[in-house]
Structures are given as C-alpha cells and as structure tokens.
C-alpha cells in the first residue's frame, strides 16, 4: 500500500475507533444503566456512532476525494450503513441467542465491519475522482 493509502486507512480506524468507543458508551448507558432492551439500546448507539464515522470519513479520511456531491456521498454513506445495520443487528442477534453477551457481540461485529466498511467506503462511497 502506498504511503498515502496507509495514512487514509489511520485516519478511517480513528474514525470508527470513534464511532465504535462512543457507541459502545452510548450502549453501556443504555443497556446497564438505563435498562433498556438491547435493541433501542443499539440503535441509540448507532444513529450516534454513525454520525460521529460519516463526519471523520468525510472531512478527514476521505476528504480528498470528492467526485461526488455531498448529498450523494451522504446517500452513499446510508444506503451501505444501512445494510451493515442490517447485518450488524443480525450478527449482534445471533450471537445474544446462542448465549453470547451483546458487550461482546460488538467487538465481533466490529471486526467484521472494518474490513466491510474499509472497501464499501473506499471504493464507492468516496471514490476517487474519474480520470478522463
């Protein structure tokens, strides 16, 4: 990978360092201390989390590449954190069926979704610009 790529890849993990230690918080609060259900939880968590990613990404990691307009990098951004959302809540669900608490279902999802995340983001939400 070249120099540039490595920076960007630091720059995208602090942003889902972020995005995952804020909603990981976010969670706790919700879950353990407020006693909600694992869902509601989750989705306070991410509607949080996601915000905080998509402004990292965007005026930071990927901030070089703006060969779209903002509301199709946002629409971008959606649509494929949408059916992560999907998947994530999936993965978080099976794993709270089969015994395995959702504290830890995070730290498994998130490994899942750096690589997912990395080459969704990389490749089509923020693509570079086309050379003509």
Known sequence: MKRSEVNRFVKYMAGGGLYFWVGYAVFAICYSWLKWDWLPSKIAADAIGWTLNYLVQRLW?????VSL???????RYIFIESVGFVLDYLIIWGLKAIGITPYIGFFISAGFFTVWSWLWYKHWVFPEKQKH
């Open 61 to 65: 990691a990927f901030s070089d590449r």
């Open 69 to 75: 307009s903002e509301m199709q990098h946002a629409g």
